[in-house]
């Protein structure tokens, strides 16, 4: 429900650090988005929601599922932010040219579920 993802949204805004960007997907129950712009406000967190993979240029042809274009689109915007730290040459959560790593890291990794079972031989 709606109240249950503002509590969690309340929790995760835990993670936050002063100064430090906040990327996140656009949630679902709006109280939890606002709940999330509240707390970074409070703790002067820039906050950045990011796009969906379709507005991207040139998004990766092979994602099916929204969950994993949510997070698809997250894990890009992560990895932009981190490269340019130091350089701050790009807007962030602006949707933007995916470079050929970026397809590639994207096309080589695995999406299981949040639930998925690893099995392992005893110990």
């Given at each position: 429900s709606g109240i249950n993802a503002e509590y969690g949204a309340w929790e995760k805004s835990g993670i936050m650090k002063p100064g430090v960007p906040l990327?996140?997907?656009?949630?679902?129950?709006?109280?939890?988005?606002?709940?999330?712009r509240i707390e970074a406000q409070k703790m002067g967190v820039p906050l950045f929601v990011v796009p969906s993979l379709e507005e991207y240029p040139n998004p990766p042809s092979h994602i099916s599922s929204d969950t994993w274009s949510d997070n698809v689109s997250l894990a890009l915007q992560l990895c932009r932010n981190w490269e340019n730290q130091s350089t701050k040459s790009h807007p962030v959560a602006n949707p933007f040219h995916l470079p050929h790593n970026y397809h590639y890291g994207v096309s080589g990794c695995q999406w299981p579920g949040r639930n998925h079972i690893v099995e392992r031989g005893s110990f």
């Open positions: 990327f996140t997907i656009p949630q679902v129950y709006p109280g939890a988005q606002e709940t999330v």
